[in-house]
C-alpha cells in the first residue's frame, strides 16, 4: 500500500501519486481501488530514487533513462534467444570431428575470449 511504501523509502505519498502520474510508476490498484505495489515496482522506485537522490536526475530524464532500460531488455532477450537458435543450428550441422569449432562458437555466445591457439588450429572445410 501507498503509505508502507512512502514511510519505507522515506517519500511522501504524493511523491509516489506523481510519480504514477508522470507514468514511472504503474501500480495495480484492489477493489476498493487502493495502490498496491508488487516487488517489480519497487524495484522500478528505487531507481528512480536512485536516479533523482543520488544522480540528480529530473522527472524527465528519469523518464527516458527508464524507456531506455526497457528497450535495452528486450533487445537483450531477443540477442539471447538468437544466440541461441544460432547455437542450436550450428550443432545440428557440425560434423562430431568440429568439436573445436563449436567449443569457438559457445564461447562467442557466452562473450568469452578464443584463444589464438585454437583459431590457429581450425582448418577450412571444403
Keep these: ?38 516487488d517489480e515496482d519497487l524495484g522500478r522506485l528505487e531507481v528512480i530514487l536512485e536516479l533523482t537522490r543520488e544522480l540528480g536526475v529530473n522527472l524527465a530524464g528519469v523518464e527516458i533513462i527508464l524507456n531506455m532500460r526497457e528497450k535495452m531488455s528486450v533487445m537483450q532477450a531477443q540477442i539471447e534467444q538468437f544466440v541461441a537458435s544460432l547455437n542450436l ?21 557466452r562473450a568469452e575470449p578464443i584463444q589464438p591457439a585454437l583459431l590457429a588450429k581450425r582448418k577450412p572445410r571444403a
Design 89 to 109: 543450428e550450428f550443432s545440428r550441422n557440425l560434423h562430431p570431428a568440429d568439436t573445436e569449432s563449436r567449443n569457438s562458437l559457445m564461447r562467442v555466445a
Design 1 to 38: 500500500m501507498i503509505s508502507a511504501v512512502a514511510e519505507k523509502y522515506q517519500l511522501h505519498p504524493q511523491t509516489l501519486r506523481m510519480y504514477e502520474r508522470e507514468g514511472l510508476l504503474k501500480p495495480s490498484r484492489s477493489d476498493g481501488n487502493t495502490r498496491l505495489y508488487t
